[in-house]
């Protein structure tokens, strides 16, 4: 399977760039609506609308926002005698990406939610000149 970064600036899964085995890819979570749209205002992406295929790098999940769970599923591997152990990390149902590296600083900052007015203030002791349109 093919994983892309959706995040801004991220590589990723991309051609050309060194393929780290450590990297995981998370899918948008597209049925809790709540938490998508959540994920959506996280990524700095204009006018980003995910689909089912869209994905965000764990590079951009903080360490807290992981469950390492310890069990091995395989057989096999648990038979070895190994000190190593078989660390799978999963995210947290709740977790928000939250490390985006490679954003300009304009694309982090979040503008008001509110319009600018359209009315026009005249400073104290001017007048507005309204042409006369009656010739």
Known sequence: MVNKCSAYG?????KGTAIDKSVQFHCFPLRNKQLCDK?????????????????ICSLHFKPSDYVADH?????????????????????????????????P???????SETPRSTETTVPE????LLGDNST
């Not at 991220?10 to 991309?14: I, V």
């Not at 190593?84 to 590296?101: E, G, H, Q, Y």
Request: aromatic share 10%; proline share 6%.
């Open 71 to 103: 069990e091995d599923t395989n057989a096999t591997r648990r038979k070895r005698s190994s000190s190593v152990t078989f660390v799978r990390r999963r995210l947290k149902p709740d977790a928000v990406p939250s490390v985006f590296t490679d954003v």
């Open 105 to 111: 600083s304009a694309y982090l900052l979040k503008t």
């Open 125 to 128: 002791g001017y007048s507005v």
């Open 39 to 55: 994920w959506i205002a996280a990524n700095p992406r204009k006018d980003f609308t995910p689909s089912q295929h869209s994905t």
């Open 10 to 14: 991220c590589r990723s899964g991309y």
